[in-house]
């Protein structure tokens, strides 16, 4: 998979594809990860990529011009299976988008800041929108590691056998169950003997039963989906 991430803040997006798996993945040469400083693209004097927007109000507004000078370069080189922009009223992302959108070959994650984008780049350039969750952040590079983090675990051969996206949480609409590891009796804090047991189908329906209280008791929303 190739990512290619629009941004105005490239320095803010480096540390993350650096270390544990992202970075992992990248030595291995499963994932490319691209920044694309949209001052680059700019031709005006002071590389400004914002102004004013049309008909007042506060803030400013990403031009559509840096933003179109780069996505057209990448699409020149290139086919890109989505587009997306990170944004506040996106939709939301989760598991099963995260699971859909890991066989990509290539993307484009554009960040948006101040405002946002004119809306002519949404309207012509974006193929999908996304947002991390109900809250609005100061720009869309956070949202963008994020995005990049749960795809790149879910290519195959990212994840180790005991790190395997599998057993994650979401990942078949319930939570995970509780997990233990040694000692067995910490201070008299025991773990549950089902799991000292050694019988595999046992220790698979006990956890099943667990995930499915805690998913209970905690998201009973994903039970209904
Ligand atoms: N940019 C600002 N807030 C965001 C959010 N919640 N998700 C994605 N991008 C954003």
């Known amino acids: 998979m190739r990512i290619d991430i629009v941004t105005v803040l490239p320095e803010l ?3 993350p594809f650096e270390a544990s798996i992202m970075k ?3 030595d291995k040469g499963l994932v490319e990860v691209h920044f694309h400083n949209l001052r680059d693209y700019t031709t005006n004097k002071y590389k400004s990529v914002d102004d004013y927007p049309y008909g007042g109000g506060a803030g400013m507004v990403m031009m559509i011009e840096p933003i179109d000078k780069c996505i057209s370069q990448l699409k020149s080189e290139r086919n890109y299976d989505e587009i997306i922009y990170m944004t506040p009223d996106g939709e939301t992302l ?5 699971n859909a959108m890991s066989l990509y070959e290539n993307i484009i994650i554009l960040c948006g ?3 946002g984008v004119d809306q002519r780049v949404r309207d012509h350039f974006i193929t999908k929108e996304i947002s991390i969750g109900d809250y609005v952040l100061s720009g869309g590079e956070l949202g963008a590691i994020i ?9 195959p051969g990212v994840l180790s056998d005991e790190t395997s996206a599998l057993t994650d ?3 078949d609409n319930l939570l995970s169950p509780p997990i233990y590891t040694r000692p067995a009796d910490y201070n008299g804090w025991k773990v549950p003997e089902v799991l000292l047991s ?3 189908a046992k220790i698979d329906e006990w956890r099943e039963e667990k995930a499915f209280e805690h998913t209970k008791n905690r998201r009973p929303d994903l039970l209904d989906r």
Do not use: T, V
């Open 13 to 15: 997006l480096r540390s």
């Open 24 to 26: 992992r993945a990248i």
């Open 94 to 98: 989760n598991q099963g988008m995260a």
């Open 113 to 115: 800041h101040y405002k």
């Open 147 to 155: 995005l990049s983090d749960a795809l790149i675990r879910l290519i």
């Open 169 to 171: 949480s979401f990942q």
């Open 198 to 200: 050694g019988h595999a």
